[in-house]
């Protein structure tokens, strides 16, 4: 079946505007997380939804950074007044409920000039 | 605080060789699961193997096993038979079942190469 996607696979961007990344988990896997990967790094936790509730926010590094999942499928990620520091790769990630393998889609790279 | 450990930022590995990739954890947690994804060139993370703390068995995935040592906190990666298509980053990570612990850390990574 079909993984999870992620759109766009890369973002360009001037320093202050908004951006917004999106993520189509694998069907029926109602947790979905995003991570954040800088180069040469690990991914760090951001957001985790489970249905249509962030149920976890506590990794989302201040409050420019928001992300929503409406309808308990699709989540976007937004990103405000973006700064040059927030230039990495944006990890998108879902699991089946009870489960604790998540499975990753190929992530944006996002750049801020 | 750290709570995965790579210590290994590269190997090299001959193409049929076995390869391990070190993992030391912490956590006070005595419920967790350890993970192993391997990530190509191409950015995506690809699941390998996992392993639960109360699991009894090492886990095994084809050429992928995971020699756990919980005393020691200790997750190790073994690829036997390495093939040139192994060649990636692999991270190892953790995830804590506790109230409200949905993150999973990550290790910084170790980029494996495979010599023909």
């Known amino acids: 079946g079909a993984g999870v996607s992620q759109t766009p696979s890369n973002k360009v961007t001037e320093k202050g505007k908004y951006v917004e990344l999106r993520c189509d988990p694998i069907s029926g896997h109602t947790a979905l997380y995003w991570y954040r990967q800088s180069l040469g790094q690990g991914p760090e936790f951001l957001i985790y939804f489970q249905g249509t509730g962030a149920a976890d926010d506590s990794g989302l590094p201040n409050d420019r950074f928001f992300a929503v999942r409406p309808e308990g499928s699709v989540s976007t990620l937004k990103i405000q007044r973006t700064e040059r520091g927030d230039s990495a790769v944006y990890l998108c990630a879902s699991s089946l409920l009870g489960t604790d393998t998540q499975y990753f889609g190929p992530g944006t790279r996002l750049t801020v000039l | 605080a750290q709570k995965i450990t790579q210590t290994q930022p590269g190997m090299f590995v001959q193409e049929k060789e076995a390869v391990t990739l070190d993992c030391t954890y912490d956590t006070s947690d005595p419920s967790y699961g350890l993970f192993w994804y391997k990530q190509p060139s191409s950015g995506e993370m690809i699941f390998l193997i996992y392993?639960?703390?109360?699991?009894?068995q090492n886990a095994t995935e084809g050429r992928y096993s995971l020699n756990f040592q919980k005393a020691r906190k200790s997750a190790n990666l073994v690829i036997s038979a390495s093939q040139l298509g192994d060649s990636a980053m692999y991270f190892c990570?953790?995830?804590?079942?506790?109230?409200?612990?949905?993150?999973?850390?990550f290790g910084a990574g170790t980029r494996l190469t495979v010599k023909p």
């Open positions: 990570a953790m995830r804590e079942v506790g109230y409200n612990n949905n993150d999973m850390r």
């Open positions: 392993q639960g703390s109360y699991d009894q």
